[in-house]
T-cell receptor, first 114, second 111 residues
Framework: SAVISQKPSRDICQRGTSLTIQCQVD?????MFWYRQQPGQSLTLIAT?????????ESGFVIDKFPISRPNLTFSTLTVSNMSPEDSSIYLC???????????FGQGTRLTVV | QKEVEQNSGPLSVPEGAIASLNCTYS??????FFWYRQYSGKSPELIMS????GDKEDGRFTAQLNKASQYVSLLIRDSQPSDSATYLC???????????FGAGTILRVKS
């Protein structure tokens, strides 16, 4: 499986500011995914990031709030914009495992908005 | 109806016992099913995948799939305190080709 490095691992941010989370993979991957895990809850897919095209957002998530970049096949960023306390979550980057869409995760970014 | 449903638990079992974790899903066309283990404060770790009806064994773990009943389970034999974690069921929904996660079952293995 791919080795996925995500940073920062945690941050405390002021409301109204933005945070960019980076995800680096040690091999080229077609699809990268960004998930959110709110406290005590399961994972919710935010968007799918494909190299060379706009990210595909899931219902309830919009590009203005969660802009995503995918400049190459090993790197992606997720920005959480104009943060509010409701954005306090763990944000996880994942990549697919090939043809069967199993997901491997980075270590996550624990975000607290105060 | 939620797309992937799990009993939130906690499920408590004594050390050495078999832990049985269950999951149902709504999309009848789903083809790929996964179990993840998540320790507190950590990211999910893939422990089992299953694609065909029947059982799949890997060490102390056995995944069971019944597509007709839209049911997938995970058995953990000889449970250890280190197995205490949240277990997430994930299903690759046919529509949109994406993984959908259940809410997770908290497992506690008592020594």
């Amino acid at each position: 499986s791919a080795v996925i490095s995500q940073k920062p691992s945690r941050d405390i941010c002021q409301r109204g500011t933005s945070l960019t989370i980076q995800c680096q993979v040690d091999s080229q991957v077609t699809m990268m995914f960004w998930y959110r895990q709110q406290p005590g809850q399961s994972l919710t897919l935010i968007a799918t990031a494909n190299q060379g095209s706009e990210a595909t957002y899931e219902s309830g998530f919009v590009i203005d709030k969660f802009p995503i970049s995918r400049p190459n096949l090993t790197f992606s960023t997720l920005t959480v914009s104009n943060m509010s306390p409701e954005d306090s979550s763990i944000y996880l980057c994942s990549v697919d495992g090939g043809q069967v869409t199993e997901a491997f995760f980075g270590q996550g970014t624990r975000l607290t908005v105060v | 109806q939620k797309e992937v449903e799990q009993n939130s638990g906690p499920l408590s079992v004594p050390e050495g016992a078999i832990a049985s974790l269950n999951c149902t899903y709504s999309d009848r066309g789903s083809q790929s099913f996964f179990w993840y283990r998540q320790y507190s404060g950590k990211s999910p770790e893939l422990i089992m995948s299953i694609y065909s009806n029947g059982d799949k064994e890997d060490g102390r773990f056995t995944a069971q799939l019944n597509k007709a009943s839209q049911y997938v389970s995970l058995l953990i034999r000889d449970s250890q305190p280190s197995d205490s974690a949240t277990y997430l069921c994930a299903v690759n929904m046919e529509y949109g080709n994406k993984l959908v996660f259940g809410a997770g079952t908290i497992l506690r293995v008592k020594s």
